[in-house]
């Protein structure tokens, strides 16, 4: 099992819909989570940190499900420029390890 | 914010080159940064770990010889993909935090477009 697992997609929404994607750890003693955006041919740039109350920026709303570990990212009113791939990003502190997931490819259509 | 900065931006050179990529932190002081590869359509690869004072760490099937790593100082790691063959083009990244690793998020620098002819 990979330690951090994503579905590609890619997920084709319309715009103005609300997309939600899901992301799957495997280590227990995972600490730190985040969502990134990456965009075609460049760098990835933080989207927003996930907290284990939940966090809200904007149209963007992550939660942490330490149970079934698992984090989401939830986007609402979609807007053509939310098409990017969105990687999600789970550090672990015993091994000072930050492990990338292959990202989930969002494509939002006129 | 923190700020991390790469160079070249892009590069073309013939095989059997040697490149150097940088990757600075302007604005604080990093004692570890990641390397990164990834392939067209692919996800990002963790390369090594680069740490300040002593040797990077390489995961698994990365051969430390044709990357060499080098961090020197608190602000300034560097890649060195040696005799760079075709098959090493690729877009390289590298990444830092400030503060410890586990709590704060990775900050990218703008990567380096690496073809070899």
């Known amino acids: 099992r990979k330690e951090v697992e994503q579905d590609p997609g890619p997920f084709n929404v319309p715009e103005g819909a609300t997309v939600a994607f899901n992301c799957t750890y495997s280590?227990?003693?995972?600490?730190?989570f985040f969502w990134y955006r990456q965009d075609c041919r460049k760098e990835p740039k933080l989207l927003m940190s996930?907290?284990?109350s939940g966090n809200e920026d904007g149209r963007f709303t992550a939660q942490l499900n330490r149970a079934s570990q698992y984090i989401s990212l939830l986007i609402r009113d979609s807007k053509l420029s939310d098409s990017a791939t969105y990687l999600c990003?789970?550090?672990?502190?015993?091994?000072?390890?930050?492990?990338f997931g292959t990202g989930t490819k969002l494509q939002v259509i006129p | 914010g923190a700020v991390v900065s790469q160079h070249p931006s892009r590069v073309i050179c013939k095989s059997g080159t040697s490149v150097k990529i940088e990757c600075r932190s302007l604005?604080?002081?990093?004692?570890?940064m990641f390397w990164y590869r990834q392939f067209p359509k692919q996800s990002l690869m963790l390369m090594a770990t680069?740490?300040?004072?002593?040797?990077?760490?390489?995961e698994q099937g990365v051969e430390k010889d044709k990357f060499l790593i080098n961090h020197a100082s608190l602000t300034l790691s560097t890649l060195t993909v040696t005799s760079a063959h075709p098959e090493d083009s690729s877009f390289y990244i590298c990444?830092?935090?400030?503060?410890?690793?586990?709590?704060?998020?990775?900050?990218f620098g703008d990567g380096t477009r690496l073809s070899i002819l």
């Open positions: 990444s830092a935090s400030q503060g410890a690793i586990v709590n704060q998020p990775q900050h």
């Open positions: 996930v907290y284990s």
């Open positions: 680069s740490n300040e004072g002593s040797k990077a760490t390489y």
């Open positions: 604005d604080f002081q990093a004692t570890t």
């Open positions: 990003v789970v550090s672990y502190g015993g091994y000072q390890k930050v492990t």
């Open positions: 280590n227990s003693a995972s600490q730190s």
